[in-house]
């Protein structure tokens, strides 16, 4: 009977630890901004190439420094491509492929890539959604805005950036009236981008 219990046992064991090889801990990065800390859970599994663009660009320090330059209550807050002194911010990478295909919806508190209306389009520019917007999300033949993570700490910080008050400057028409940036943006738990491995996917044509 003994036997037979630690045979129980070590069978108990030895799944266990196929589970948590198996669920590898998912990349987090830190968004230092001026009004609090927001931490970002990404996911490869469902959005390998977005993932890896924007752990290049964190480890790039491309976003430190850069500002919340679109921020729209009940709808999302948008970053990466301006400066404090409001001057656009090139990106240092080619466009990615749109990923939106991933089954991640548009839900609050995730974080989705911007674009152009090129499908794949995509850069440096992020944003967070302030509330679920299903009318960003993929459907059949319609590209959408790609999700590739969620806020898993911080969600007050960017309720608080989403209800600042804003104004128009130049083709900035949602701009915070007083500045909100990221001071710094740093991986908290590291998953460095050349650790990540990403399958080719063929690119989605624009939409006509």
Same mark, same amino acid.
């Given at each position: 009977?003994? =036997?037979?219990?630690?045979?129980? !046992?070590?069978?108990?064991?030895?799944?266990?630890?196929? !589970?948590?090889?198996?669920?590898?801990? $998912?990349? #987090?990065?830190?968004?230092?901004?001026?009004? %609090? =800390?927001?931490?970002?859970?990404?996911?490869? #599994?469902?959005?390998?190439?977005?993932? $890896?663009?924007?752990?290049?660009?964190?480890?790039?320090?491309?976003?430190?420094?850069?500002?919340?330059?679109?921020?729209? /209550?009940? &709808?999302?807050? #948008?970053?990466?491509?301006?400066?404090?002194?409001?001057?656009?911010?090139? @990106?240092?990478?080619?466009?990615?492929?749109?990923?939106?295909?991933?089954?991640? $919806?548009?839900?609050?508190?995730? *974080?989705?890539?911007?674009?152009?209306?090129?499908?794949?389009?995509?850069?440096? #520019?992020?944003?967070?959604?302030?509330?679920?917007?299903?009318? !960003?999300?993929? =459907?059949?033949?319609? @590209? %959408?805005?790609?999700? &590739?993570?969620?806020?898993? /700490?911080?969600?007050?910080?960017?309720?608080?950036?989403?209800?600042?008050?804003?104004?128009?400057?130049?083709?900035?028409?949602? !701009?915070?009236? /007083?500045?909100?940036?990221? *001071? /710094?943006?740093?991986?908290?738990? @590291?998953? @460095?981008?050349? =650790?990540?491995?990403?399958?080719? $996917?063929?690119?989605?044509?624009?939409?006509?």
């Amino acid at each position: 009977m003994k =036997q037979y219990i630690n045979c129980c !046992l070590a069978a108990f064991l030895l799944v266990a630890s196929t !589970l948590s090889v198996a669920e590898p801990t $998912k990349p #987090q990065v830190m968004l230092e901004t001026t009004v %609090g =800390q927001i931490v970002l859970e990404l996911n490869p #599994q469902a959005a390998p190439v977005t993932v $890896k663009n924007f752990i290049q660009y964190v480890e790039e320090k491309f976003y430190d420094g850069i500002i919340f330059h679109r921020v729209i /209550k009940n &709808f999302m807050i #948008q970053a990466g491509g301006h400066r404090f002194d409001l001057t656009p911010k090139n @990106p240092s990478r080619p466009p990615i492929i749109n990923e939106s295909d991933n089954g991640l $919806k548009n839900l609050r508190g995730t *974080i989705a890539m911007a674009r152009t209306r090129v499908p794949d389009s995509a850069n440096s #520019q992020f944003f967070i959604n302030h509330k679920t917007n299903t009318f !960003l999300d993929y =459907q059949k033949n319609r @590209p %959408g805005y790609a999700v &590739f993570g969620k806020v898993v /700490k911080g969600m007050d910080i960017v309720d608080k950036i989403a209800t600042t008050e804003t104004k128009a400057v130049g083709r900035l028409t949602d !701009l915070p009236t /007083k500045t909100i940036s990221i *001071i /710094k943006a740093r991986l908290v738990v @590291p998953k @460095p981008a050349s =650790q990540l491995k990403v399958e080719t $996917k063929k690119a989605v044509s624009p939409v006509k």
